[in-house]
């Protein structure tokens, strides 16, 4: 890598900032579409999607929930292992980088998707509003839906910084990302704690696999990392112990 490691490496954004709003303006586009349209166009589907217990918008949801989870946990084992060794051999850094970036903005999308299509669920009733607006949501459970749009908040801020990193430097850039792990401790704990499948058992084997693979890898970071900087002082003891034995 010329002499520079990998976690110092300032690799390019792949996707332009213009090309980024675009696609969160079109999700956004087509799920609203997707709640005001669908009824019509599939009148089969009408019973469950406009009757009087409508079941459709809610099953959405909670399928792009765990979407956006995994995604997001998939950005993240990507991050965390981009100065893997693993990573450099295959499938590259730039490439791990790439696959990171590419996967955190789909993440984002399903995340767009299950905040607003949620607004057609006649159980819930959700306005625009206490769908954007942090705690908003006072006729479910505010604190905790709360906790998942702050969540959806910060890792918007974290993608964000793909874009201005040449402005704000690589340092700030990293010590930013770090809030990765505070949007999936918060994303996560939404969707336990106010999801009403966490008590399948499916559901919790996957948040306990997800949420431990995701603390094994950023333990074995840290040791890692800690390791290298051990490594790398070392020589440098070395030298001066021997200048230290050669002056006596």
């Not at 690799?11 to 079109?26: D, K, R, W």
């Amino acid at each position: 890598m010329n002499g520079q490691s990998s976690e110092n490496t300032e690799y390019e954004s792949t996707i332009g900032v213009q090309t980024f709003l675009l696609v969160l303006l079109a999700i956004f586009l087509g799920t609203l579409m997707a709640v005001l349209v669908l009824p019509s166009w599939m009148p089969n589907l009408a019973q469950s999607l406009i009757g009087t217990d409508p079941k459709a918008y809610w099953y959405l949801s909670r399928g792009s929930a765990f979407a956006a989870l995994t995604l997001l946990w998939a950005s993240m084992a990507l991050g965390l292992g981009i100065t893997n060794k693993l990573a450099r051999t295959w499938p590259g850094a730039p490439a791990a980088f790439a696959v990171h970036e590419y996967v955190s903005l789909l993440g984002l999308g399903f995340s767009i998707f299950h905040g607003l299509i949620l607004m057609g669920d006649h159980y819930i009733n959700f306005s625009l509003a206490q769908v954007l607006v942090p705690f908003a949501a006072s006729n479910y459970r505010p604190v905790l839906v709360g906790i998942g749009q702050l969540s959806f908040y910060v890792w918007l801020i974290v993608a964000l910084t793909f874009y201005v990193r040449s402005h704000i430097g690589q340092k700030t850039w990293r010590a930013i990302h770090y809030v990765s792990f505070l949007t999936y401790v918060m994303a996560l704990y939404h969707g336990i704690s106010s999801g009403t499948d966490t008590s399948a058992a499916w559901a919790t084997w996957y948040y306990w696999i997800s949420g431990g693979s995701l603390l094994f890898l950023l333990a074995q970071r840290i040791v890692v990392s800690i390791s290298a900087k051990v490594a790398k002082a070392q020589p440098k003891q070395q030298v001066t112990t021997v200048r230290e034995v050669s002056r006596s």
